[in-house]
């Protein structure tokens, strides 16, 4: 098992940008993909993007697609979510995880996540 805490959640304006951070315990970023996920109330948990060890990205989401950029830093074992042009529909909880090798492996280990609305 891996540790990670999200960070940079908070209350914004439709239009606005928050860059969302996944701190992972020290070496995760090195043997680990990361994914990041949101759930809103009463929805299934949606799949946005992943970087993998190898330090690709994938887009998962149709909606979030040109908006979301995922990034990581691996000196400080934490990888990146900027959010630009923040619509209401992206309110949710959003979580990071952790998956074996690559995006495409089953995520077992997850943060406790961080809360962005947006809203006027």
């Known amino acids: 098992q891996v540790q990670l805490v999200e960070s940079g959640g908070g209350l914004v304006q439709p239009g606005g940008s928050l860059r969302l951070s996944c701190e992972t315990s020290p070496g995760t970023l090195v043997y680990y993909a990361i994914g990041w996920f949101r759930q809103a109330p009463g929805k299934e948990r949606e799949g946005l993007s992943c970087?993998?060890?190898?330090?690709?990205?994938?887009d998962w989401s149709d909606s979030t697609k040109g908006r979301f950029i995922i990034s990581r830093d691996v000196a400080k074992n934490t990888v990146y979510l900027q959010m630009n042009s923040l619509k209401p529909e992206d309110t949710g909880l959003y979580s990071c995880a952790a998956a074996s090798g690559s995006c495409y492996r089953s995520f077992d280990d997850w943060g406790q996540g961080t809360q962005v609305t947006v809203s006027s």
């Open positions: 970087i993998s060890r190898a330090d690709i990205s994938t």
